[in-house]
C-alpha cells in the first residue's frame, strides 16, 4: 500500500468527477481536517483504484456500522495541527489521550476514536521511519491509557486499512506489513493482552505468524517480537493457541531454516522446555546425527549483524550444553579465525559476552577452556581497533562492532561483580588477559577497567597477583622499563587496597622488599650486592621502589602509636641489614660520617622505645625515625634537621626545666622543622606531617602558631634566602649613615645605564653603516648618500631599522606574555605547594586548640590568603584550599576562657572590614566590569560571612544587645545609613540574618526599623532596609515571637513609618516593598496596610496626572516648533523664487 496523506476520511473511496454534491463534500470537511500530518503521523492515502465503490461521507465503525463525519469530536483536528507543526512532546499525547477517554458522548468518542485509530494505522504503512516511529508511540500509549478501545476493533481497522495479499508484491505490501507487525507488537503492550484471553492471543499470533513467509527484514522483525513476547504467555496458551501456527514454520531440519527462524526455534526451546525438550529439538534439526558445526556455520556465514537477542539465545543454549558445546563452539570460532566479516566477528564477541553472564555456577570451570590463546588475541586486537577508531566511522557494521566491543568490556565487568562466584576463575581470567597485554588499559576503552576487576578479587587473589607482578619485575627483559613501571605501580595499588589493610603481616614483608629494593643496589636474586652487580630492576626501578615505600609505609595508618611500631620494626630490619659486612658500598646513596654519627643516636632510641601512653615522647620518636629512614633516599633534608629534633626530644622529656628564659624553645625548633619536612616533595610528608601534627598541636603555644601564619603571608616569600636579606639589610644600614651620597650614588648608576643604553645604540647603528669593504677594518666610514645606489640604500635602510628594533622597548602587553624563566616556574610552584601543606597545619590548630586568638589569627589570615589568590589566575589551586579551610573555621565555634575579654573580636572586625574598600552601591550596581566584579563579589560574599561568624562569636555569652560586639554594629549600621560611600553593605547585614546561630535578629531588625525616617535616611538607603526586611521575612518573624519587647518596638517603628509616608512624599518601589512587609503580617498590620495603600494610589495618580502635563507641555513644544518650521519653509520658497528671475537674466 503506498504511503502517502489521505485527505478524506474515508477508507479511499474516489469522488466522483460528474456528481456535484460528492465534489462539494469533501471541501465542506477541509476546516476540520486541514491538517498535513505528515511529519509524525502520517495517513497513508490509500489507492484510488482499490476502493472505488465505497462512498466518501461514510466513516466505518468498527461493528461494520456508519458513522458520520459530524460525529468526530472537532477537537482531535486541532491536536493533530499541532502534532504536525511542532515536535513530539509529553503533553500533546496526554491531550489527545485525554480527549479519547473523558468525552462523555459514547457516540463521539467511538468516531473520533476510529478516525484516530484509522490515520495512526495508515501512518505505521509509510516509508518514513520517523513517522513510523511516532505512529507506533501513538498507538501504544492510546491502546495502554483508553481502555475503553477494544483490541479486537484495532485488528478490525488493521486489516482493512493495511491490507496484505497472500503474496506480498511490490513495496506497497511490504510497507503494509511492516505496519502490521508495529501495530500488533503495540497490542503485545497493553493491558488488554495481558489477560491472556485464548480468542485475542489466536488473533494477534496470528498476523505475526504469517509473517514469517515474508521477506528477510520481516521474518527478522517478527521473530525478535514473538521471541519477546513468549515471556507474557503461560506454557498452556501458548501450546494451545500459538505453537500450532508456528510449527508449519519451524518444524523443519536445520538446512531449510534461516538465523531467524533457528532463533525462534531456540526461544521457544529455551522458554518453554517442557513443550520443546532439547532432545526434541536436536531431532527437529538433525533428524540423523547432530552437527553442532552446521549450527555454528549458519551464525557465521551471515553478513548481517543481528539483535542482541539473537546472540544472547545462542549463548544461553550453548551453556546449558555443558562442557562439550562449549568447547565445541569455541573449537570452531578459532578455527575460522582470522575473521573478515564483520557480522562473524560481532558474533563471536557477542555470544562470548553472554556465555561469560549467563554461565551457571556448575559450569564456572569450563570458561577458561573458551579463552584460548587464540580468542584472546582476537578480543584484544578488536578492543584495540576500537579504541583506536576515534575518526568518523565509514561503514554501519563497523560502527556496530564498536558498540559491541563496548558492551563486551561492561560484560567482563559485570561478570567479576555478579556472575562468577569462584575466585580462583576470576583470577586465572585476569591473568590470561594480562599475559598477552600487561598494560590492559591501554586497549580497553572502559575507565579504569583493571582496577574494576582487581576491586571483585578476594584477600588471597589480590595476594597472588601481587606475587605475579613481583615476579614479572626480574622476568622481563633487561630495556623494558616502561613495563616494569607499570608492574611497580600496579603493587603500589594492590599493596594500599582496603581489603589488604588488616594483613599486616603480609604488608610488613612486602615493604621489606621495597625498602631494600629502594635503598640497596639488588642482584638478580633481589640480594644486596655492589653497584657494578646490580640487575635491570634495580637501575631502572630503585628510585620508583622508594617513593612507593615510603607512601605505602603511612597508607592508612590509625595512629601514631601504630606508626611508631611500624617505623621501630622498619628500622629495626634495615639497622640489621647494616650490621652485614660491606653492606655500606651496597647502598643507593652512602653514609656520610655525620649521618653514622648521628645513627648511633637512633640505634639507642630503637633499643629503649617510648611508651604509648607519652605522646610527646612518641611523637619526636616518629619524627627522628622517619627523617632517619629519609636521609638514606636522595632527600636534600641535611643531618642537622635530625641532630635538632634529637636534641629537642632530650629537651621536651626533661622533667626539671633548667633554663626557664632559654630564647630557643624546642616548640619553636619542632614547628621549623615541621615546615621543613613540609617543603619536601612527595605526598606522603604531608600525610606524616599531619599524622605527627595532631599529636604536638595541643602542645605549641601562639607563638609557634605564627611561625605558620608567617609563611602565608603573601606580600613576602619565605623561601628567600635568609643571608640575602641580612646583606640587604646591612646594605641599608651603611646607605642610611650618608643619604646624600647615597642618592648621588643612585643617580649616577642610572646616567650610567642610561649611557651604556645609548652606547650600544651608537655601536648598533655604526655596525649598520659600515660599508662591505670596510668590515675588517677598525673604524667605519662615513656613507656618503650622493653615491648611494638603490640597491645598497635597501640594505642600509633594513639594516638601520633591524638595529633600531633590537632595542625598542617592549610594550606592557609583551612583557606581561614574556614566559618566566624554568628556576622561576619551579620555584613557584614549590612555594604554591608548600603554602598549601601549611594550611593543613593550621586545620589541625583549629581543630585541636579552637581558642580565641587561634581562632582569629587563623580567620584573618585563611580569609587573605583567600581574598589576594581570587584575582590571580595561576594561584587557583591555594584558593580552593584557602576557601575549604575557611568554611571549616565558619563552622567551628571559639572556646572561651572564664571572663574571657572578648576585645580581640572587636579588633578582629575591625581589621577585617578594613580590608574592604569604601564603595557607593549606586554605582556599583551600575558597573559593567563583569569579571574584575564578579571576583570582588565572592570575595565581598566571604568578609560579610566572616564578619557575621565574628558577631555571633562575640555574642554567644549572653544576649546580644548586652554584648561588646553590639555597640559596634551599631555604629556600623548609622555610618551604613548615613553615608553614601561606606565599606558595608547590604549583603553585610544580610549575612547576620543568614546565620542560624545568631540570636541578635529581632533587636537588629529594631535598629533597622528606625532608620526608617524619610526627614533622615535618603530613599535608596530606606528601600534597602525594607528590602532587607521583606526577604528575610520568615526568620525575622520567628525572632519576634521569641522576643516580645523587640517585637512590640518593631511595630511602634513601622506605625510611625506608615504615618509619614502619609504626608512627605515617597518612591514607589518604597511603598511597593513596604506592602510586601505589612501583607506578611496578616491581621495585626492590616490598617497600616490599609493606609499605604490608599497612599500608593494618591501616589500613582498623582504620577499619572505628572506625565500627563509633561505630554501635553511636549506636545505644545511640538506645535510650536512645527510651526516655526513652516514659516522657516515659506521664506525658503520666498527666497528660492526671488533668485529665479535673476538666473534667467544672465542666462539671456
Known amino acids: 500500500m503506498k504511503a502517502k496523506a489521505d485527505k478524506n476520511l474515508t477508507n479511499g473511496g474516489t469522488i466522483k468527477a460528474k456528481v456535484k454534491e460528492e465534489r462539494k463534500r469533501p471541501k465542506s470537511l477541509k476546516s476540520g481536517e486541514d491538517v498535513d500530518i505528515g511529519r509524525p503521523a502520517k495517513i497513508l492515502k490509500v ?58 458522548n459514547v457516540e463521539q468518542r467511538t468516531a473520533t476514536s476510529c478516525y484516530v485509530l484509522k490515520r495512526l494505522i495508515r501512518s505505521t504503512g509509510a516509508d518514513d521511519l520517523k513517522a513510523v516511529t511516532l505512529a507506533a508511540s501513538y498507538i501504544l500509549c492510546i491502546l495502554s491509557a483508553v481502555p475503553a478501545i477494544d483490541a479486537f476493533e484495532v485488528l478490525e481497522t488493521l486489516k482493512r486499512d493495511l491490507a496484505v495479499g497472500s503474496q506480498q508484491r511490490g513495496k506497497e505490501d511490504s510497507l503494509a506489513a511492516v505496519g502490521q507487525l508495529i501495530t500488533a507488537f503495540c497490542i503485545l503492550q497493553t493491558p488488554q493482552f495481558a489477560k491472556a484471553e485464548a480468542k485475542l492471543v489466536s488473533a494477534v499470533y496470528q498476523i505475526l505468524a504469517t509473517q514469517l513467509k515474508g521477506r528477510e527484514y520481516l521474518v527478522s522483525m517478527c521473530a525478535d517480537i514473538l521471541a519477546g513476547s513468549f515471556k507474557q504467555l503461560p506454557a498452556a496458551i501458548f501450546e494451545e493457541y500459538v505453537w500450532p501456527l508456528l510449527q508449519p514454520q519451524l518444524n523443519k531440519p536445520l538446512s531449510a531454516l534461516k538465523v531467524n527462524t533457528c532463533d525462534l526455534l531456540l526461544a521457544v526451546h529455551l522458554t518453554y522446555p517442557s513443550i520443546l525438550g532439547r532432545e526434541q529439538l536436536i531431532a527437529s534439526l538433525w533428524p540423523k546425527k547432530p552437527a553442532f558445526g552446521q549450527l555454528f556455520e549458519l551464525y557465521f556465514s551471515g553478513s548481517t549483524i543481528h539483535s542482541d537477542g539473537v546472540y544472547a539465545r545462542l549463548a544461553i543454549f550453548l551453556t546449558k550444553g555443558g ?98 562466584q569462584n575466585e580462583e576463575i576470576k583470577l586465572q581470567l585476569l591473568l590470561k588477559l594480562l599475559d598477552h597485554r600487561l598494560q590492559l588499559d591501554s586497549v580497553i576503552s572502559l575507565p579504569r577497567f583493571t582496577q574494576q576487576l582487581i576491586n571483585q578479587l578476594s584477600v588471597e587473589s589480590l595476594q597472588k597477583l601481587y ?36 594483613e599486616a603481616k603480609w604488608r610488613q614483608k612486602q615493604l621489606r622488599h621495597l625498602l631494600l629494593a629502594g635503598l640497596f643496589h639488588l642482584d638478580v636474586d633481589n640480594k644486596p650486592c655492589e653497584a657494578p652487580k646490580a640487575s635491570a630492576f634495580s637501575r631502572q626501578c630503585a628510585a620508583r621502589c622508594e617513593e612507593i615505600f615510603l607512601g605505602s609505609l603511612l597508607h592508612k595508618c590509625s595512629g601514631l602509636p601504630a606508626l611508631c611500631q611500624l617505623l621501630q620494626k622498619t628500622l629495626s630490619y634495615l639497622n640489621k641489614e647494616l650490621g652485614k659486612p660491606g653492606t655500606e658500598s651496597k647502598l643507593r646513596f652512602p653514609r656520610n660520617e655525620a649521618l653514622q654519627e648521628v645513627w648511633k643516636q637512633v640505634e639507642k632510641l630503637l633499643a629503649n622505645p617510648s611508651k604509648e601512653t607519652d605522646f610527646v615522647a612518641q611523637t619526636f620518636e616518629a619524627l627522628i625515625l622517619f627523617v632517619s629512614l629519609s636521609l638514606f633516599t636522595k632527600n636534600p633534608l641535611s643531618v642537622t634537621v635530625l641532630e635538632d629534633l634529637i636534641i629537642c626530644r632530650r629537651n621536651a622529656l626533661e622533667k626539671s626545666k633548667k633554663n626557664v628564659n632559654e630564647e630557643l624553645k624546642w616548640q619553636d625548633v619542632l614547628t621549623d622543622a615541621l615546615l621543613q619536612l613540609l617543603l619536601q616533595t612527595g605526598h ?78 651608537r655601536e648598533s647603528v655604526r655596525q649598520a653603516l659600515v660599508n662591505e669593504d670596510d668590515a675588517d677594518e677598525d673604524g667605519a666610514s662615513s656613507v656618503d648618500w650622493n653615491d648611494v645606489d638603490e640597491e645598497q640604500g635597501e640594505r642600509l635602510n633594513a639594516a638601520l631599522e633591524r638595529s633600531f628594533q633590537l632595542f625598542r622597548p617592549k610594550s606592557r602587553k609583551a612583557q606581561e606574555k614574556e614566559r618566566p624563566s624554568k628556576s622561576e616556574r619551579i620555584d613557584n610552584t614549590k612555594l604554591l605547594h608548600f603554602r598549601i601543606r601549611a594550611l593543613d597545619l593550621l586545620e589541625l590548630f583549629i581543630s585541636k586548640k579552637p581558642t580565641q586568638s587561634v581562632i582569629l589569627d587563623v580567620l584573618y589570615c585563611v580569609f587573605q590568603v583567600y581574598r589576594h589568590c581570587s584575582g590571580d589566575t595561576k594561584l587557583q589551586s591555594l584558593r580552593e584550599a584557602s576557601l575549604k ?9 571559639i572556646e572561651f576562657d572564664a571572663k574571657q575579654d572578648s576585645t580581640p573580636i572587636l579588633e578582629a572586625i575591625e581589621q577585617l572590614m578594613s580590608t574592604a574598600e569604601d564603595k557607593s552601591e549606586e554605582d556599583q550596581e551600575d558597573s559593567k566590569q563583569s569579571t574584575n566584579r564578579q571576583v570582588k563579589g565572592e570575595v565581598a560574599i566571604w568578609r560579610d560571612k566572616c564578619f557575621a561568624y565574628l558577631v555571633c562569636q562575640g555574642s554567644a555569652a549572653g544576649e546580644p544587645k548586652h554584648s561588646a560586639v553590639w555597640p559596634l554594629l551599631v555604629e556600623f549600621l548609622e555610618l ?145 516648533d512645527e510651526t516655526q518650521a513652516a514659516k522657516g519653509e515659506q521664506l525658503k520658497t520666498k527666497k528660492d523664487k526671488s533668485k529665479k528671475p535673476t538666473k534667467s537674466l544672465q542666462n539671456n
Not at 337 to 357: D, E, F, R, T
Not at 372 to 386: G, H, I, K, N
Not at 481 to 490: I, S, Y
Not at 693 to 701: C, N
Request: with cysteine.
Open 467 to 502: 606475587d605475579y607482578y613481583r615476579n614479572l619485575l626480574s622476568s622481563l627483559d633487561d630495556e623494558d622499563r616502561v613495563n616494569r613501571v607499570h608492574c611497580l605501580n600496579q603493587m603500589q595499588i594492590l599493596l594500599q587496597h582496603s581489603k589488604l589493610d588488616q
Open 323 to 420: 562442557k562439550d558445546m562449549l568447547v565445541a563452539w569455541q573449537h570452531f570460532s578459532d578455527s575460522n579465525h582470522p575473521l573478515k566479516n564483520n557480522a562473524a566477528k560481532a558474533c563471536a564477541v557477542q555470544v562470548l559476552a553472554h556465555i561469560i553472564l549467563n554461565v551457571e555456577q556448575t559450569e564456572e570451570q569450563y570458561i577458561l577452556d573458551i579463552f584460548t590463546t587464540t580468542c584472546v588475541q582476537f578480543l584484544l586486537q578488536e578492543l584495540t581497533a576500537s579504541k583506536g577508531d576515534t575518526g568518523e566511522v565509514k561503514k554501519p557494521s563497523q560502527k556496530e562492532l564498536r558498540e559491541i566491543c563496548f558492551k563486551f568490556e561492561g560484560a567482563l565487568v559485570l561478570s567479576f561483580e555478579k556472575q562468577l
Open 885 to 893: 579551610l575557611l568554611k571549616k573555621l565558619l563552622a567551628k565555634n
Open 47 to 104: 489507492s484510488r483504484k482499490e476502493k472505488p465503490s465505497e462512498p466518501e461521507e461514510k466513516e466505518n465503525t468498527p461493528s461494520n456500522g456508519h458513522l458520520k463525519v459530524s460525529q468526530i469530536n472537532k477537537a482531535v483536528f486541532v491536536v493533530f495541527k499541532k502534532i504536525q507543526a511542532s515536535p513530539l512532546t509529553q503533553k500533546m499525547i496526554n491531550s489527545l489521550v485525554v480527549l479519547l477517554r473523558d468525552d462523555t
Open 976 to 1120: 551604613w545609613v548615613a553615608n553614601r560611600r561606606s565599606r558595608l553593605s547590604l549583603a553585610s547585614f544580610e549575612a547576620l540574618f543568614q546565620s542560624s546561630q545568631w540570636q541578635g535578629i529581632a533587636p537588629l531588625a529594631v535598629v533597622l526599623a528606625s532608620h526608617l525616617d524619610v526627614k533622615k535616611t535618603r530613599s535608596f538607603r530606606r528601600a534597602q532596609i525594607l528590602k532587607l526586611l521583606s526577604e528575610q521575612f520568615r526568620r525575622l518573624e520567628s525572632a519576634l515571637k521569641d522576643d516580645s519587647s523587640s517585637s512590640k518596638e518593631f511595630e511602634k517603628q513601622l506605625a510611625r513609618y506608615v504615618h509619614q509616608l502619609e504626608t512627605e512624599p515617597s518612591s514607589p518601589k518604597e511603598l511597593k516593598l513596604l506592602q510586601k512587609i505589612l501583607a506578611q503580617g496578616a491581621q495585626k498590620r492590616q490598617k497600616l496596610l490599609e493606609s499605604i495603600q490608599v497612599v500608593a494610589k494618591k501616589s500613582k495618580s498623582a504620577n499619572k496626572t505628572t506625565k500627563q502635563e509633561q505630554q501635553v507641555s511636549g506636545e505644545g513644544m511640538e506645535v510650536e
Open 684 to 761: 606522603f610528608w604531608r600525610e606524616f606531617v599531619n599524622l605527627v601534627g595532631t599529636a604536638l598541636i595541643p602542645h605549641l603555644e601562639h607563638a609557634n602558631l605564627e611561625q605558620v601564619l608567617e609563611v602565608l603571608n603573601m606580600n613576602q616569600n619565605p623561601l628567600s634566602k635568609k643571608d640575602d636579606g641580612e646583606e640587604s639589610n646591612d646594605e641599608i644600614e651603611e646607605d642610611s649613615s650618608d643619604d646624600s651620597d647615597g642618592e648621588d650614588d643612585d643617580s649616577e648608576e642610572e646616567e650610567d645605564d642610561e649611557d651604556s643604553h645609548l652606547a650600544q645604540i
